[in-house]
């Protein structure tokens, strides 16, 4: 996959969807960037030939069909999907609301699955094609004041390794990325939603973690624009990993993770294994 692509981006209005249409532009590739307001998209991405700017909200299928149908009636094919738009809806659970939840999931799991749905038969007809989509390590470990967020993003990662079985017979590949904490715009007032104190058992443990991440907005450690390298570099390799662990704080989080699941299946495996019917 080293000659001109045409890639589709979503969430390319701000944060790592700017840094990816930049990267992929740099690598000579055609991209169509995505997001709510096309003119915003091209004033953060800037001018560039190669570059088409489309309306896309993710939520909306129909938005989704008809960018794909601009991208094969302008450049004749897609070769990378990029999944990256999403949101961040913060707080206990039990003080986010159930439309709270609902949007979280909406614009983390069938956001990409609208657009995804709508690529397929494209790259299915050319027997080739890249369906990359943006994770998090928090689609690998819940966390405190993350269950809207982590319940999305852990059902990403089933999805797409789902989908990665389902459709490799037709040349076609997947690839997750999980970043840890990167330098994006996700902590920003435009990107997270924190859930209004109502529970008094938590108000006091909610105004230490909204003051915490609000303190840590744009000093994260990790470079976006990295990342964004990263992904365009592995895009290019015959077989993409079908995960990239991004940061050194996913690193820990995934080596962590695969310890603690060993631990959690040699505790009570006496019992796990004495479940079979008895011959």
């Given at each position: 996959?080293?000659?001109?692509q045409?890639?589709?981006i ?12 930049q990267?992929?532009?740099?690598a ?5 960037a995505t997001?709510r ?8 991405i800037?001018?560039h ?18 960018v ?7 450049f ?8 990256n738009?999403?949101d961040f809806y913060?707080?206990?659970?039990e ?6 939840v ?15 749905r709508a690529?397929l038969?494209?790259?299915r007809k ?17 966390g405190?004041?993350?269950s ?11 999805w797409m390794?789902?989908l ?10 997947t ?8 330098r ?6 435009d ?5 209004e ?5 938590y108000?006091?443990k909610?105004r230490?973690?909204?003051?915490a991440?609000s ?27 079908a995960?990239?662990?991004?940061g ?11 310890k603690?699941?060993l631990?959690?299946?040699d505790a009570?495996?006496t019992?796990s294994c004495s479940?079979?019917h008895?011959?």
């Amino acid at each position: 996959m080293s000659q001109k692509q045409v890639w589709i981006i979503t969430g390319a209005s701000r944060g790592l969807g700017v840094h990816l249409a930049q990267a992929a532009l740099t690598a000579g590739h055609t991209v169509v960037a995505t997001g709510r307001d096309p003119k915003k998209v091209e004033v953060a991405i800037g001018a560039h030939a190669d570059l088409l700017t489309l309306t896309l909200d993710i939520t909306k299928p129909e938005d989704a069909k008809a960018v794909v149908a601009s991208a094969v009636s302008q450049f004749g094919k897609v070769d990378v999907l990029i999944n990256n738009a999403g949101d961040f809806y913060a707080g206990f659970f039990e003080e986010l609301t159930q439309e709270h939840v609902r949007r979280q999931i909406e614009t983390l799991l069938f956001g990409p699955m609208n657009v995804t749905r709508a690529v397929l038969p494209v790259l299915r007809k050319q027997r080739s094609g890249l369906v990359v989509t943006v994770s998090s390590t928090a689609g690998i470990v819940g966390g405190t004041f993350c269950s809207a967020y982590a319940a999305g993003k852990f059902g990403v990662e089933g999805w797409m390794e789902s989908l990665a079985s389902e459709v490799d017979q037709f040349g076609i590949k997947t690839m997750l990325v999980e970043p840890g904490f990167f330098r994006t715009d996700l902590l920003t007032k435009d990107s997270t939603t924190f859930a209004e104190p109502s529970i008094e058992d938590y108000a006091q443990k909610t105004r230490e973690t909204v003051k915490a991440w609000s303190g840590m907005s744009g000093k994260q450690g990790g470079d976006p624009a990295k990342l964004a390298t990263a992904i365009v570099q592995l895009a290019a390799i015959d077989t993409p990993p079908a995960r990239f662990v991004a940061g050194a704080d996913a690193v820990q989080a995934f080596e962590s993770k695969a310890k603690l699941l060993l631990e959690q299946a040699d505790a009570h495996r006496t019992l796990s294994c004495s479940l079979a019917h008895d011959a």
